[in-house]
């Protein structure tokens, strides 16, 4: 039988000692590597930050999967079990360029349910958690129900690559979005945007490719507040593969999809 309340306890621990070790790593210099392409980038922060957590729940938790975006977790192939899926700086280019919009964001899952989700902006010390079923929090504040917002009063985060050009989708559709709604915003890390859906700073946030650790904690902070996310299909979202992200309020998801996103 899983303690969730011991477990969320010894994961905000983890989370503060690791957001302690980032905000040291600012007075060094950085070792900076490049992954897929010359943008996609990983620092020796990003790696021992991961490294610290997969120690901690081997050590504690030794029948857990992990899942972990700089690939030191298991090769996993479903989420059976009790599933860690964890990026330990989400938004690395901002922190290696400015130093705060990067986050820690950690999706814990029992045979593919979400149950605790963490998401921590290390230079705010701002802490948005959620435990299905006992609500969404930032540091020790309770987050609200999300409510209705019309599109026109809404302020809406897109990747603003995606808007100028893609390949997965008419692109006019997004500049149609990006003129109606009150304001766009891209803060260049998932995770935030998602924890700002789910705190009510921002109403709606899409993107086109998104993996497994950029949004499984995001997910489960926004579901507890009571809005949606699903793929920009409105289709359920694959935890397994790389995926399209369509976050938003209850009520402006369904506006948003079936006005600007489905084929008419
Ligand atoms: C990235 C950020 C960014 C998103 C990229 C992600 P990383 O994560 O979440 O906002 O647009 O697709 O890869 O690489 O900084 O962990
Ligand atoms: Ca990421
Ligand atoms: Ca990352």
Redesign the pocket.
Known sequence: MVNWTEMDQQVKAWIMEAGAFIRESFQHSLSIQT?SNPN???TNI?EETERFFISNIRKTYPSHFILG?EGQGDELSSLDGIVWII?P???????IHQQRH?AISIGIYEDGVGRLGYIYDVTHDELYYAKRGSGAFMNDVQLPALSEVTLEKSLIAV?ATWLVKNAYFDEKRLVSLATTVRGVRS???????LAYVASGRLDSYL?M???P??FAAGKILVEEVGGNVTALSGKELDMMKTTSVFAGAPGLHKRILTDFLLEK
């Open positions: 992954k996609d980038l990983v990003d975006e990026d700086i989400d938004g690395t280019m901002n922190f990067f990747n803060y260049g890390s998932a995770a935030l945007e993107t490719r998104l993996s650790w950029d």
